[in-house]
């Protein structure tokens, strides 16, 4: 640090400010450290930095499975948003053992963690690490913790809305797993929807989020005539059971998502569906940690990102 103040003509203080990124440095200066610092090849040394803060500028992430598209995608998007902020992420599988999984990243010295989906289920405060920091991602809202999740209940409303606005006398619901908060709010969507339209739910088919579950719901739900699916997997398996039954989407079927993935427009038909803004609920849940960590003020300890209907082929 003191040669990159020496190349660049400052004080180490002001080298300091610019690798912790504070806004009390002239821009002009700034660049001139910068480049003094590529230059030299210099790099902040991470285990220095955790002695002098008493931080590992690390944050965990908690998950069950990485099977599901929604979580690698909530990886990714985490992973990007951690290191926007200065800080790496370590990921931790918790299986049916969250305990464990603390214990891991306490053993690391994690600065705080995020609990990813249906891991929040396996939670209870008795599990809890002292003193470590915690954003919930898609669970219950709970009075000690803060959490962040997509409007699952507004979205499936949506998607349920859309099917009897165009003219379909009910609509089916193949649902995820139960003990799912995410799962539960959709069904709840779904169901609110019905009832205010003075509707009779019809029987939910359940499924595990996967493609298989939605192929093997084909059966069940072949005579329907509107399916809202609880996921863009399981819609995916649905299309196909449909299309072995001779079943045309959407000439005698329509056909409706959850998340967007990616390839959802590539689908046959083009998927409708109800797109989740991973980046912004990865963004929410990092910036909320962070302000925990640091002490900063932050955002609000519950917060709700919207969802968005994304209409194409697949319904009529």
């Known amino acids: 640090m003191a040669m990159v103040a020496s190349l660049a003509g400052v004080s180490g203080q002001t080298v300091s400010r610019v690798v912790n990124d504070s806004p009390r440095v002239d821009p002009a200066t700034r660049e001139r450290v910068e480049k003094a610092m590529v230059e030299l090849g210099y790099r902040p040394h991470r285990a220095a930095r955790a002695l002098r803060t008493g931080r590992s500028q690390t944050i965990g992430l908690v998950v069950t499975t990485l099977a599901t598209v929604g979580n690698s995608r909530m990886l ?43 891991a929040s289920a396996l939670v209870p405060a008795a599990e809890r690490p002292a003193g470590l920091r915690l954003v919930v991602v898609d669970a219950p809202g709970a009075a000690d913790l803060a959490v962040v999740h997509s409007d699952h209940l507004g979205g499936a409303a949506t998607a349920t809305a859309h099917l009897l606005s165009l003219g379909h006398e009910t609509v089916h619901h193949l649902a995820g797993p139960a003990d799912s908060f995410a799962a539960s709010e959709r069904e709840r969507g779904w169901r609110e929807t019905l009832v205010a339209a003075g509707l009779e739910p019809p029987t939910i088919v359940r499924g595990d989020w996967s493609a298989e579950a939605g192929f093997a719901a084909g059966d069940a739900l072949g005579a329907a005539s509107a399916v809202f699916c609880g996921n863009d997997q399981m819609a995916l398996g649905l299309l196909r059971a449909l299309a072995q039954a001779g079943r045309r989407v959407p000439e005698d079927v329509s056909v409706i998502g959850f998340d967007d993935v990616p390839d959802a427009a590539n689908y046959r038909p083009p998927l409708t569906t109800i797109r989740q803004d991973f980046t912004a609920l990865a963004h929410r849940a990092v910036d909320r940690l962070v302000a925990e960590i640091e002490g900063t003020p932050g955002a609000d300890a519950s917060a709700v990102v919207p969802t968005l209907l994304v209409e194409r082929s697949s319904t009529r």
């Open 76 to 118: 990714q998007a985490t992973a990007e948003a951690a290191a926007e902020r200065g800080y790496a992420l370590t990921l931790v599988t918790a299986g049916e053992n969250v305990a464990d999984a603390f214990e891991r990243l306490a053993e690391q010295e994690v600065d705080g963690a995020i609990v990813l989906n249906e």
